[in-house]
């Protein structure tokens, strides 16, 4: 069999597949940061929970070396070749401006807001459907959560 001929059966095969069965590749696991103050005690230790502060998508409060707290939601970061060269940009809860800060000047940083992203996976809507579905629902929606005030 030619190569093109493989390459037809592959996607013949696929075109009739149970698409349950299909392979997939899983999302990224996400860890429960809420209420989480990470230690910043080493330069890796900083990137990596300035990483995780990115991805979280909730508000985090951070502490400035001057003793200055900032609260809001992290939207941007720019990683330099030092932590002096490296930003991050938040939206502070009680401005409308943006905030830039050098990752030298944090002192600290906790996730203080809810994360409105927990537990929202595509499996989860999908668990959601299948449970309506069994329970003879039609013209299933599944509806996002309001967020709090």
Do not use: C
């Amino acid at each position: 069999m030619s190569t093109a001929q493989q390459e037809s059966a592959k996607i013949a095969q696929l075109e009739h597949a149970n698409p349950d069965e299909l392979e997939h590749a899983a999302g990224r696991e996400r860890e429960n940061l809420e209420g989480w103050i990470p230690a910043l005690a080493t330069e890796a230790e900083v990137r990596e929970a300035l990483e995780k502060a990115f991805d979280y998508r909730g508000d985090i409060t951070v502490t400035l070396k001057d003793g200055t707290k900032v609260e809001g939601y992290l939207f941007d970061r720019r990683q330099g070749a030092t932590l002096a060269q490296s930003f991050i940009r938040l939206i502070p809860m009680n401005n409308v401006g943006k905030v830039n800060v050098a990752y030298s000047d944090i002192a600290a940083l906790a996730f203080t807001g809810r994360d409105t992203a927990a537990g929202k996976t595509f499996e989860a809507w999908v668990k959601k459907y299948w449970e309506k579905k069994e329970a003879g629902e039609t013209n299933i929606q599944i509806e996002p959560e309001k967020l709090d005030d």
